[in-house]
């Protein structure tokens, strides 16, 4: 969420490396945000300082994708299981994202970014919830890149919810359970609407998905950086993107000879 957006010129906008091909760029990025705590640990201070730091970090890279005309960028903010981290980190994150959001939305609005929070989000405090809503229903109809923020959300948990309501549909006669497909299960999931991720880049070296969009990432190229997310920037995510055009998506299937 940046306010970068709204100060940086049209004329000082980065504009997309010539060692990247237009055509060829994922329409989504996804992104799981690793190495806050390591970042700050190296540094001598205390981890709050490299949530900071990684809201920096977001905030760049949100510029970068608008700027090199990437159409969706998904980052995992908060997880169903980051409640269990020690109370003060939990109560500082909930703090900051409210800060971060009043702060950045008009800037938000300006630029046209479509801002939507994914996961449960009746379990975040009622000040947040508030500024969710607002945001979200201010930004709907904007035309700029989709920013999808994925707060108190567990890929397990959305899995599990999109089975139950179409259960209760089922049981309501709303449902044939022999039309139940792949579409109309993933239009019960947090993400309906949006495709699904091109390419997942994790920071900090770690090789796990992290219950992070189990459905959404089935076809995803994974890019594994041992950048750790504070840092990440314009050639970091330049790498991911040469990694990812460097790639040969069949999706299952076999390449055709020429």
Request: some cysteine; charged content about 25%; overall charge negative.
């Amino acid at each position: 969420m940046s306010r970068v957006l709204a100060t940086t010129p049209l004329s000082q906008r980065q504009p997309l490396p010539r060692q990247l091909d237009p055509d060829r760029l994922p329409a989504h990025v996804a992104v799981i945000m690793d190495g806050n705590g390591r970042w700050a640990r190296q540094r001598g201070l205390p981890r709050v300082m490299g949530h900071r730091a990684g809201v920096e970090a977001l905030k760049r890279t949100l510029r970068l994708c608008s700027d090199w005309g990437i159409g969706a960028l998904t980052a995992y903010a908060f997880s169903t299981e980051n409640w269990s981290r020690p109370g003060e980190e939990v109560t500082f994150l909930m703090t900051l994202f409210e800060r971060v959001l009043a702060r950045e939305l008009e800037a938000l609005e300006r630029e046209q970014v479509r801002i939507r929070f994914l996961g449960d989000l009746e379990e975040l405090p009622q000040g947040l919830q508030s500024l969710i809503a607002d945001a979200t229903a201010r930004t709907a109809a904007n035309t700029g890149i989709h920013f999808n923020v994925c707060t108190n959300y567990g890929g397990r948990r959305e899995l599990v919810r999109a089975a139950r309501r179409l259960a209760e549909q089922a049981a309501r006669g709303d449902l044939d359970p022999a039309c139940l497909d792949e579409e109309r299960f993933a239009a019960e999931l947090h993400t309906a609407g949006e495709p699904d991720p091109d390419l997942l880049i994790r920071t900090s070296g770690e090789q796990r998905i992290s219950n992070f969009l189990l459905w959404q990432l089935a076809y995803a190229e994974l890019h594994i950086t041992d950048v750790l997310w504070p840092d990440f920037d314009a050639q970091a995510l330049l790498a991911a993107l040469l990694d990812y055009q460097g790639r040969n998506r069949r999706f299952g299937g076999v390449e055709t000879p020429a």
